[in-house]
C-alpha cells in the first residue's frame, strides 16, 4: 500500500463544473496536508493547506479532510481550462519527522 | 519577496561524472527539502536540512549527499552518475519543516548521457 494514494486520471470535467480531487493516506498520525498544482514543465505551486477535520476555503478551492477515514480531498469549483494541471496532495506525519510524502498526482483536464 | 532559486536550470552530463545543484531559499525559510521528480515515480523525497543539519533522509543511495550553509542555502551532489539519475531535482524551502508551508523553486533538469 503506498503512503499517499490518489487516482492518476485524467479526470476530465466541463467548464464551470466542480471537479473533485481525492487523495487516501496510510499513517493515521499524518497531521499536515497540503494540495499542490503542477503545470507540464513546471514545479508544483502551494494550492492551500489544511490541518484540522472539516473544510477549509480560499476563493474557487475548497479542501475536505476527514482523519477518521483518512482522506482529503480538493473540490475545484467553476472549473476554468487554465485549471488543466496535475494535482498533488502531501501529507506530513508531523512530530519531528520532516518529511513530506507526495501522491503521484491526478491530472484533471477542464474541456472548454 | 524572492521565491526559491535554483540553478543551473538545465545540465547535460555523462554517466560516471558529478553533479552539484543549489538553492536558495525564501528569505527567513531555514529548512531545505530536496526531492526528485521522475515520470515513473513522481516526486521523491531526498534529504531535509534545517540549520546546517541533516534532519531525514529518504531511500537514496550514498551518491546523492547535501549540504546547507549558515544562510540556508543548500546544495546537492551526485556523484558517479548513471542514466537513471535523469530527472527534475526540486528544491523547497518552508520556515522550519515539520508542518510548515513548502513552497518549491522552479527545479534543476539534469540529463545523463
Known amino acids: 500500500q503506498k503512503e499517499v494514494e490518489q487516482n492518476s486520471g485524467p479526470l476530465s470535467v466541463p467548464e464551470g463544473a466542480i471537479a473533485s480531487l481525492n487523495c487516501t493516506y496510510s499513517?493515521?498520525?499524518?497531521?499536515?496536508f497540503f494540495w499542490y498544482r503542477q503545470y507540464s514543465g513546471k514545479s508544483p505551486e502551494l494550492i492551500m493547506s489544511?490541518?484540522?477535520?472539516g473544510d477549509k476555503e480560499d476563493g474557487r478551492f475548497t479542501a475536505q479532510l476527514n482523519k477518521a477515514s483518512q482522506y482529503v480531498s480538493l473540490l475545484i469549483r467553476d472549473s476554468q481550462p487554465s485549471d488543466s494541471a496535475t494535482y498533488l496532495c502531501?501529507?506530513?506525519?508531523?512530530?519531528?519527522?520532516?518529511?513530506?510524502?507526495f501522491g503521484t498526482g491526478t491530472r484533471l483536464k477542464v474541456l472548454a | 519577496k524572492a521565491g526559491v532559486t535554483q540553478t543551473p536550470r538545465y545540465l547535460i552530463k555523462t554517466r560516471g561524472q558529478q553533479v552539484t545543484l543549489s538553492c536558495s531559499p525564501i528569505?527567513?525559510?531555514?529548512?531545505v527539502s530536496w526531492y526528485q521528480q521522475t515520470p515513473g515515480q513522481g516526486l521523491q523525497f531526498l534529504f531535509e536540512?534545517?540549520?546546517?543539519?541533516?534532519?531525514n533522509k529518504g531511500n537514496f543511495p550514498g551518491r546523492f549527499s547535501g549540504r546547507q550553509f549558515s544562510n540556508s542555502r543548500s546544495e546537492m551532489n551526485v556523484s558517479t552518475l548513471e542514466l537513471g539519475d535523469s530527472a527534475l531535482y526540486l528544491c523547497?524551502?518552508?520556515?522550519?519543516?515539520?508542518?510548515?508551508?513548502?513552497?518549491f523553486g522552479p527545479g534543476t533538469r539534469l540529463t545523463v548521457l
Open positions: 489544511i490541518y484540522s477535520n
Open positions: 502531501a501529507v506530513n506525519r508531523g512530530g519531528g519527522t520532516y518529511k513530506y510524502i
Open positions: 523547497a524551502s518552508s520556515l522550519a519543516g515539520g508542518s510548515d508551508e513548502q513552497f
Open positions: 536540512y534545517f540549520s546546517e543539519t541533516q534532519r
Open positions: 499513517d493515521r498520525g499524518s497531521q499536515s
Open positions: 528569505s527567513g525559510h531555514r529548512s
